[in-house]
């Protein structure tokens, strides 16, 4: 069973940082891709930002040049600092990995608990 913990999450002020954690834990083969999204109340979920197993990335428009994802390998952790924080960018944060538990199975998503940010003066 993979199972993915998340950590970071909290109250911060207008401006401020955090960074956000995403631990996956149990067999593990291989690791498709890695994300970040975002629900706020009475909203749907979205995407905030994206890496593949090349690296490559991709982020919302409303996140561009505050958020960064990044990622360890060694220990099969995803990342996502976010700087320059806005009011609305409250909302639970949830992580997902696409991954395969071994090289028989297919892929697929693993999403994590959620965690609470809420930017607020």
């Known amino acids: 069973q993979v199972q993915l913990v998340e950590s970071g999450g909290g109250l911060v002020q207008p401006g401020g940082s955090l960074r956000l954690s995403c631990a996956a834990s149990g067999r593990i083969d291989s690791i498709k891709s890695m994300g970040w999204y975002r629900q706020a109340p009475g909203k749907e979920r979205e995407l905030v930002a994206h890496?593949?197993?090349?690296?490559?990335?991709n982020y919302a428009d409303s996140v561009k040049g505050r958020f960064t994802i990044s990622r360890d390998n060694a220990k099969n952790t995803v990342y996502l600092q976010m700087n320059s924080l806005k009011p609305e960018d409250t909302a639970v944060y949830y992580c997902?990995?696409?991954?395969?538990?071994?090289?028989?199975?297919?892929?697929?998503?693993?999403w994590g608990q959620g965690t609470q940010v809420t930017v607020s003066s």
């Open positions: 890496m593949e197993r090349d690296t490559s990335t």
């Open positions: 997902n990995l696409n991954l395969r538990r071994e090289w028989y199975y297919n892929y697929r998503d693993y």
